[in-house]
């Protein structure tokens, strides 16, 4: 079957028979591929008599035509009758960084924070696009999840992300193109020899396809495979966690019972579970020893550029990457701050929720940890050291310098969303400021 509006909406149906009553944001690059997605989209709803499409484009701002290539989407997208969001990124990548990577991880931050609420991000990639992902994911050394490449749909953002085109051959969408007079962006990096996807596309698939000319077909099929393993890998780490995560804490107890390829299989599912991507294989496979093996009262740590995994009572936590532990007197005299990467917003809060009391002697500001703190949280009871506090109710060592503390004059008065000292305390219904710690990772 040619391409058209009734192969697409085959292909929706595929992936969710209840697709009429979605709403769809294409992701339009100006491209062949994205330029036929919207085509075939507007004419397949208007055939469905549905309102909800509209397209997004994003302007990476890393060559001198791109100012140009988001007015030819603008023109497509009027004659279209779609309304069009323009996102203007304006990347400055990192000397040594990857312009690839860095633009795709700066493309997918923003289109996720674009998409509304149930709304399907609809994007181009085709059959042609699976291939060089599998095959680029092959000789980087991917593991069953790299080489199942791209699903048809997957959870992003407040909504889905749906690839509808994947069982079509470029070749396809090209004759779609030709057949409806449409005109495109040619973007000539898309060839550029200098990236991976580029040199694989010009030296080696024209190769593969004059030995093999079913081999984006046949390579998809094994993809399929690769993600029939991945959620078999899936299904027994959820089974595997049974009894070993609470509240997003792994038991060192648990995990030892497992054999090694289940550690590593339920590691790498908690760790996608906490939102953060694996450590390459080789330091994961290393670091699970070192994790296990440590001494009792031993503080390993397995890093890696994305997050961490830290040890703490018998437990595991995975963190997303930390700011160090602020100075005693970084935010003197303030009544809100940001805390740093991976550590969120302190503030107090003006209001009847209950917390500090709302007159006070003096103004509230907030400090961190010098040491030799106390606080007496219960009035019946003695005023205890912070430390002691921390130690008593299990506060993870790494987070007990990043507490921050309010201070009223010399005394104080609060730690954090944790304690609100005695002597300071009010009850809800009364005016008050109350701790807010938003985004803190966990404490226990």
Not at 158 to 179: C, Q, S
Not at 260 to 282: F, H, I, K, S, T
Request: net charge positive.
């Amino acid at each position: 079957m040619e391409f058209g509006s009734e192969r697409l909406a085959a292909s929706l149906a595929a992936i969710d028979e209840s697709w009429p009553g979605a709403r769809f944001c294409v992701a339009l690059s100006g491209g062949l591929d994205s330029t036929v997605l919207l085509h075939a989209m507007t004419a397949l709803c208007r055939r469905e008599g549905t309102s909800g499409l509209r397209a997004v484009h994003l302007d990476h701002g890393l060559q001198a035509e791109s100012a140009a290539w988001a007015d030819v989407c603008r023109a497509a997208c009027r004659a279209a009758g779609v309304p069009l969001e323009v996102i203007s990124l304006r990347l400055v990548p990192e000397d040594g960084a990857s312009i690839e990577a860095a633009a795709r991880e700066a493309r997918y931050a923003a289109l996720a924070r674009n998409l509304q609420s149930g709304e399907w991000l609809l994007t181009a990639h085709h059959r042609d696009d699976q291939l060089e992902t599998v095959l680029i994911q092959l000789l980087r050394g991917g593991g069953v999840a790299g080489l199942a490449a791209m699903p048809a749909r997957a959870s992003f953002g407040r909504g889905w992300h749906a690839r509808p085109l994947l069982d079509v051959d470029r070749a396809a969408l090209a004759a779609y193109a030709a057949r409806l007079g449409l005109d495109w962006i040619r973007d000539p990096t898309n060839e550029s020899r200098r990236f991976d996807r580029g040199w694989l596309r010009g030296e080696v698939l024209p190769a593969i396809r004059q030995r093999w000319p079913a081999a984006a077909t046949t390579v998809a099929r094994s993809a399929g495979h690769f993600a029939q393993a991945q959620r078999l890998l899936t299904e027994l780490a959820h089974a595997d966690a049974q009894g070993i995560v609470d509240g997003g804490r792994l038991s060192i107890a648990g995990l030892r019972r497992l054999s090694r390829d289940r550690q590593v299989n339920l590691l790498r599912w908690w760790l996608r579970e906490r939102g953060l991507p694996a450590p390459p294989a080789v330091r994961l496979a290393t670091g699970i020893g070192e994790l296990l093996d440590a001494r009792a009262d031993a503080a390993p740590l397995l890093r890696w550029p994305e997050g961490e995994i830290r040890r703490y009572r018998d437990c595991l936590y995975a963190l997303h990457p930390m700011a160090p532990a602020p100075a005693a007197e970084c935010a003197a005299g303030a009544v809100a701050v940001d805390m740093g990467p991976g550590l969120g917003r302190f503030e107090l809060v003006a209001g009847k929720a209950g917390g500090l009391r709302a007159e006070l002697a003096a103004p509230p500001a907030i400090r961190f940890r010098a040491g030799g703190e106390t606080l007496r949280p219960h009035p019946a009871r003695p005023r205890k050291r912070l430390k002691d506090l921390c130690r008593e109710a299990g506060v993870v060592p790494w987070m007990r310098g990043r507490l921050p503390l309010v201070y009223v004059g010399d005394r104080l008065a609060a730690v954090g969303d944790l304690w609100i000292d005695a002597e300071f305390a009010v009850p809800p219904g009364e005016p008050s400021l109350k701790p807010v710690w938003t985004g803190r990772p966990a404490l226990y």
